[in-house]
């Protein structure tokens, strides 16, 4: 519940935080859009380019006899060339899940001419749950997590991740992942902190959504957007600083928080792997790695985890 989650992360001892998933009200979803067209931020394109490499590649390997299920359902375009490759004699079945309706929404319109759209409102793997138990063809999945989404899962909640995925899967099932890689830290930084400031405002907008959702009165011009990068942990973190010492009431969640001067809260954690570790974790979870697919620009991968 945002609220909570709110209070329980500005009130806690020690480093403030507030969940990623909060980025994405109205605001936050259209500067994420603007984000993956930066020159600095390659994500969004590496990932593209292997989508419309590998696409082919996923035709031969399941003939269109796959049902597809996809953990958040992104922009869309990405999973299109998926659909149109799958797309045999009768319709794939593509089921996007999202805890946002209005994401829903958008992606069922987009791909709805590709593909028999229905929808899953709810969390990863409740949704995948749900599907998982009908198994409404009776045919594979085909699972889409894509964008480096994994990311945001420190590596530990991330192999756990895959485990829950897999104990909802069966034999022959298969993960489609997109995992960001290591690379020089100065490129890292910079897709984080881009010179527009275009994350500086979709981090910002994480405390104008508080002020309009929960009546509260941070002052933006008083945080400042930071990008760091922890080499142990191999994750790119991101804070906004508090410059002064202040004190913020949040009304419409019950209570008021004190920042000292260079103070931070920290809003999302994206890490980064080698290509490798990926399909460690997979095994470790359960899976095969049948193929792994690397960008050549934006050091990037696609990893095909097998049940
Ligand atoms: C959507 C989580 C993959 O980690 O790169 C982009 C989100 N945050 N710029 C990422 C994000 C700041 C993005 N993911």
Redesign the pocket.
Known sequence: MFADDVRDGLTKPGQKTLP?EY?YDAVGSAL?EA?TVLPE?G?TRADARLIRRLAPELEREFRSSVSVVELGSGSGTKTRWILESLRGRDPVQYYPIDVSASALAHCAQELSALAQVFPVEGSYLSGLHRIACQRPSGKPLLVLFL???I??FDRAAAGSFLCDVRQMLRPGDALLVGA?LVKAVPDMLL??DDPAGV?AA??LNLLARINRELEADFKLRNFVHEARYDDRERR?E?HLRSKVDQRICVRGAGFACEFERDETIWT?S?HKFHAEEICEMGSDAGFTCAAQWIDEQWPFAESLLIA
Do not use: K, P, R, V
């Open positions: 990623c980025f994420f984000i931020y994500l964008g480096s989404t990311g945001n960001d897709a984080y994350t979709f981090n790119i991101m999302e994206c």
